[in-house]
């Protein structure tokens, strides 16, 4: 099934992703090629299959919530790009696209 | 000594503890051997030269002690080792092959790198990868491709290449690498090592940087299959951070003493011998197999009727994952972020710059198999069809022990050779994913050479937590076969 340019932007915004002009041309082509492959899966009957949920053999199990000592602030602020004030900084949430 | 690069890990070991040389020396010769080599090669992304040698400085007191006081002491002490850079090691800088964390130094350790230097290991670096271990070439980094010591004009597969092309050209005893739809084992085949792809749950992936939670598994990449055990026993277990470690997961293997192959059955699947398959790799897969029949094995045919399948399900489980697992990426608590005005636009520029063309696209096919009307007819009948490729191989394993099969349709490729067409490089792990999708365990293990010279391998998979079983039968073959003593070492040396 061929993608369209528009299906490309769209996919793209979701993802957060921009893209230039070449980069939608040829994604719009190799998208559509895997896609293409991938629903090879659509003539398996598989209306009696049960969705494989898990990898783990068994059962998940749950544990105690106990809390513990958490990594310091200023460890992890030191790999951030901006801080401010011992937190994170970014550009205002407000306009921009779309 | 100048061969101490030559040692396999139990003879370092051995040498260590007696004496014969000191930790400081082993691991001078191999960063002798990365300033050497890794110039062309660009197996590491970040060589820990002087952390390297004062952790070693360290294990030599702690091993002259132990030598006086007859103390017991860490199994893996002053012993060299590479890590893939998809692991965190607190300190060095992470990676996983991409811009996008340039800069990211973490502050903790993978779980399982913890265990290694809890046993005592001397970390080399970090070596390169596809960015986030996506692809099977190692062309995919961000940091440059990376060469095949076979032949330099070859991929070394991927995306454990890094750490594949170091322990083959003697730059690493050993390195870890991480197998998600096979990273372990496709470059160790195109390396000519063993690549030991652990059992989903085995070993822990708290600090792994995750691509596809459901199929990530952190494995080994070694000269021998007791190389890999005397590793893997020391990463895995359960672990509190990662919900998916079992509690008894901590194998203890034995790989002294002879293992009866006797009475073993092997299983060949008639799907994984296929047009597009190299007949060199087939005849070797044959030969391997006869070996083991000759040590008292029984091989028969068997079939896992889905083989075919387990592409397509992979390339809409994997990059799905991907996509949610990578939106974590985003400008703000790391890594690089392109300055922009608003909120959303920081986010779109700083992924469409950060983010390779590999990634971008498993990320797009990945957003787009989980949007709104897309959902059930991919994911859905993706995650349908992964219960039919595990119920393959539940079906064999009720007939038969191990399944013994090619690892890749065939050696080493010429770097380039699949640039631009995404799909030829995804059919280069056409044998290693479905072990993934099922969450089993397999070995890859070195069987011969084509008529270039490069190196041909046999892979062997069991059912869930079978390692033991794997190494022991990877052992016995090494016992009585010598593919995996050859090294291109030498040629590599003789070169001016």
């Not at chain 2, 007859?70 to 992470?94: E, F, Q, R």
């Not at chain 2, 995306?159 to 050209?169: C, D, L, R, T």
């Not at chain 2, 072990?435 to 084509?450: E, H, I, K, Q, T």
């Not at chain 2, 016992?479 to 995996?484: A, G, I, R, S």
């Amino acid at each position: 099934m061929p993608l369209s340019r528009e299906d490309v932007e769209h996919i793209a915004n979701l993802a957060r992703l921009h893209l230039t002009e070449d980069e939608k041309e040829r994604y719009r082509e190799q998208l559509s090629n895997i896609l293409d492959h991938i629903s090879k899966l659509q003539e398996l009957d598989t209306s009696k299959v049960q969705p494989m949920s898990s990898v783990v053999v068994e059962q998940s199990r749950l544990r105690e919530d106990e809390p513990g000592p958490a990594m310091p602030r200023e460890d992890l602020l030191r790999d951030a790009p901006e801080v401010a004030a011992e937190q994170f900084r970014v550009p205002p949430v407000l306009g921009g696209a779309p | 000594m100048s061969d101490l690069h030559r040692l396999t890990v139990t003879q370092a070991l051995k040498g260590l503890r007696g004496g014969d040389f000191s930790s400081r020396e082993l691991t001078a010769a191999y960063l002798k051997r990365i300033e050497q080599h890794n110039p062309r090669l660009n197996a590491y992304r970040h060589v820990a030269a002087e952390p390297a040698l004062k952790a070693a400085v360290k294990a030599d007191k702690q091993l002259a002690k132990g030598r006086k006081t007859k103390s017991k002491l860490p199994p893996l002490l002053g012993l060299p080792i590479a890590v893939k850079d998809v692991l965190t090691v607190a300190g060095m800088p992470a990676t996983a092959g991409s811009r996008i964390l340039e800069g990211f130094v973490p502050t903790y350790n993978a779980t399982a790198v913890q265990r290694l230097l809890d046993a005592g290991v001397v970390i080399l670096g970090k070596t390169n990868t596809d960015e986030f271990a996506m692809g099977s070439s190692t062309e995919n980094s961000a940091y440059g491709v990376v060469r095949n010591p076979w032949d330099e004009e070859r991929v070394p597969g991927g995306s454990s290449g890094g750490s594949a092309a170091a322990v083959a050209a003697g730059l690493a005893p050993v390195a870890l690498g991480t197998d998600t739809g096979g990273s372990v084992r496709q470059p160790a085949a195109l390396c000519g090592l063993t690549g030991l792809k652990t059992t989903y749950g085995r070993v822990s992936r708290y600090g792994l940087i995750a691509f596809g939670s459901s199929l990530d598994t952190v494995g080994v990449l070694a000269h021998s299959a007791q190389d890999a055990a005397a590793i893997l026993g020391v990463m895995a277990g359960f672990d509190r951070r990662d919900a998916t470690t079992l509690e008894d997961a901590a194998p203890k293997i034995k790989l002294n003493g002879k293992f009866e192959l006797k009475g073993l059955k092997i299983g060949v699947p008639k799907e994984y011998f296929v047009e597009g398959l190299q007949p060199e790799v087939g005849q070797a897969v044959r030969a391997a197999i006869a070996q083991l029949e000759t040590m008292g094995a029984q091989a028969s045919e068997i079939s896992l009727p889905h083989t075919e399948y387990a592409l397509p399900v992979y390339y809409i489980i994997a990059p799905a994952e991907a996509s949610a697992n990578l939106a974590r990426f985003d400008g703000v608590r790391y890594g690089l972020r392109v300055p922009e005005e608003a909120l959303f636009d920081m986010f779109t520029h700083t992924r469409g710059q950060g983010f390779g063309p590999e990634v971008k696209r498993r990320i797009m096919i990945g957003t787009y198999a989980l949007s709104a009307g897309y959902y059930e007819a991919y994911y859905g009948q993706a995650q349908k069809v992964r219960t039919l490729i595990r119920r393959d191989f539940e079906q064999a394993f009720e007939q038969v022990d191990l399944i013994a099969a090619p690892a890749t349709p065939n050696s080493a490729f010429r770097i380039g050779a699949h640039s631009g067409a995404p799909l030829e490089m995804y059919l280069e792990d056409v044998f290693t994913l479905p072990a993934n999708l099922a969450g089993v365990p397999g070995l890859a293990l070195p069987a011969g050479f084509d008529s270039q010279g490069l190196p041909l391998s046999l892979q062997v998979i069991g059912p869930h937590f079978s390692e033991e079983r794997l190494l022991q039968v990877g052992h016995a073959y090494q016992q009585t076969t010598d593919w995996h003593t050859i090294t291109p070492m030498a040629t590599l040396d003789a070169q001016p």
